[in-house]
């Protein structure tokens, strides 16, 4: 085991010297740790239904909605082994938000974001795993060097993830929300075929009400005033080319007024504060993301950039549609039903996809007027 951890601590240093994985060093430590790694994989139907009480989920990524994405495996190890406790290795602080408060996990740690600015930190976080005994760990990710990276270093009985030189067959699902899911479920020693767990950040009955009092008041509501118009929550912030420009989204949101005067627009703000929707007065703000998530979870309806708040309204239960200007629309879709993504090619102007939104929010609303007419049945899913 002294061999790992050197080579563990070796590749450690050449992710912080060599982030991209340039250098011929780097990847040769790398590949050799990983080799390692692929020899302790847990073999297809070995992982028992019984005896597993301390578990290790390695998900060291800092974006939020790859965390957000982590929620379905949880849940899946909440149902299979129902008396086990939970660490969870992310990093950024956002796993410590979403993930903190739910019962079964026992604790969550950091890896550092920035390595290169924090080896002794993440050196740290090693030999803390180091010091720890568990009866499973899973790296859910394909491709992921830090994770592969802790998958090897720690202790514990089984490993679960998928072959580092190999990449995913036909039958693994090609979303991210599930893979963590169908890696599982092929080690489990029982065949497990059902529905993918969905998204997920256990939000509390209180928390919930909180979120509709400040949605009531953003929007000036009473009594008197509330009625059934739908209220839609709009957040227009991305990152690099996913990001839409203000123009464009000036004219979806006034083709969308136009077409259905009825809808109630709240602008969500990222967190540099500014809006880019000119003309919606009604605007929300916070940096906290389970108060956010409360917030949207009282909407009709939540429409979005591809974004990692996109993912977070997705996980409160809220019909959502993302908008994608990346070929990656079948991996990050909203995840859940509902939900939808919508491809936009640089000709697709803002016009064409209000009156696509639009279509999409009326399906949503018949699906939810049929589910509560049959006893508040799940929402079917929008295509």
């Known amino acids: ?192 075929n059902g529905d993918f767990p969905l998204l997920n950040i256990e939000l509390t009955p209180h928390e919930l009400d909180q979120g509709a009092r400040t949605l009531a008041a953003i929007l000036g509501d009473t009594a008197a005033t509330r009625g059934n118009a739908p209220t839609i929550g709009i957040f227009t912030n991305a990152t690099g080319a996913k990001r839409l420009p203000e123009a464009w989204w000036s004219e979806f949101v006034t083709v969308l007024r136009a077409h259905r005067p009825d809808i109630r627009v709240v602008d969500v703000l990222a967190a540099h504060g500014r809006s880019q929707l000119p003309g919606v007065t009604s605007s929300f703000y916070t940096r906290d993301l389970r108060k956010l998530a409360a917030v949207l979870a009282n909407l009709s309806g939540f429409v979005s950039a591809d974004c990692g708040v996109m993912h977070l309204a997705a996980a409160t239960g809220v019909p959502t549609l993302g908008f994608f200007t990346l070929p990656i629309h079948a991996k990050y879709t909203p995840y859940g039903p509902g939900n939808r993504g919508l491809d936009i090619d640089p000709g697709t102007t803002g016009t064409r996809t209000a009156g696509l939104a639009i279509d999409w929010l009326d399906k949503v609303a018949a699906a939810r007027t049929a589910s509560v007419a049959e006893g508040g049945a799940v929402l079917s899913v929008v295509s």
């Open 1 to 192: 085991m002294f061999f790992v951890i050197k080579f563990a601590i070796r590749a450690l240093f050449a992710l912080a010297e060599d982030p991209f994985r340039q250098r011929p060093a780097g990847r040769s430590r790398l590949g050799r740790l990983f080799r390692i790694a692929d020899g302790r994989l847990c073999a297809p139907r070995q992982l028992p239904a019984h005896g597993i009480h301390r578990i290790l989920v390695c998900r060291p990524n800092h974006r939020l909605g790859n965390m957000v994405l982590v929620s379905p495996l949880l849940s899946e190890l909440e149902r299979l082994y129902p008396g086990a406790e939970i660490d969870l290795v992310g990093s950024g602080g956002a796993a410590r938000m979403l993930f903190g408060t739910r019962f079964q996990v026992r604790r969550i740690l950091d890896w550092p974001y920035r390595l290169a600015r924090h080896p002794w930190a993440a050196l740290q976080l090693l030999r803390e795993l180091r010091r720890s005994t568990y009866d499973m760990a899973i790296d859910p990710c394909v491709g992921s060097f830090t994770g592969r990276m802790l998958l090897s270093v720690c202790h514990a009985r089984f490993k679960v993830g998928f072959p580092a030189d190999s990449m995913p067959d036909i039958r693994t699902p090609q979303h991210l929300a599930k893979r963590g899911v169908h890696v599982l479920r092929r080690a489990f020693t029982e065949p497990r």
